[in-house]
C-alpha cells in the first residue's frame, strides 16, 4: 500500500558547504520530480524541495546528508540528487580558479 522510500547518504564535498547556489541547484534537481524529497542532518528533516528548508541545514564541507526520497520515481530522483551533491565540489574548485 504505501510507496517505499529510497534513501542515500552524501557528505557535502566542497569547501563552502551547501550554500545558496548549490542549495538552490539541489531544489531545482528535486522540483523535476514527482516524488517526495527530504534531506536531512543530525536529526532535522527538511523538504528538498524547499531552498529555505534545505538552507536550514547549514550543512557544511564534510557534513553527512540522508536523502530520502519517496513516490513513483524515487529511484531515479534519488540518484540525480546525489550526484548534484557531488558536483557541488566541481562547481568549488571551477570558482577558485
Do not use: C, W
Not at 8 to 23: E, F, S
Not at 46 to 62: F, N, P, R, W
Request: aromatic share 4%; net charge negative; proline share 3%.
Amino acid at each position: 500500500m504505501g510507496e517505499e522510500s529510497i534513501i542515500r547518504k552524501v557528505v557535502v564535498p566542497n569547501r563552502q558547504g551547501l550554500h545558496a547556489r548549490p542549495a538552490n541547484m539541489f531544489v531545482k534537481v528535486a522540483l523535476q520530480y514527482q516524488s517526495q524529497v527530504e534531506i536531512a542532518r543530525d536529526g532535522l528533516t527538511v523538504s528538498g524541495k524547499s531552498i529555505l528548508d534545505v538552507m536550514t541545514l547549514a550543512a557544511e564541507q564534510g557534513t553527512e546528508l540522508t536523502i530520502i526520497v519517496t513516490g513513483p520515481d524515487a529511484e531515479t530522483a534519488a540518484n540525480a540528487l546525489v550526484e548534484v551533491v557531488r558536483r557541488f565540489v566541481e562547481e568549488d574548485e571551477e570558482e577558485g580558479e
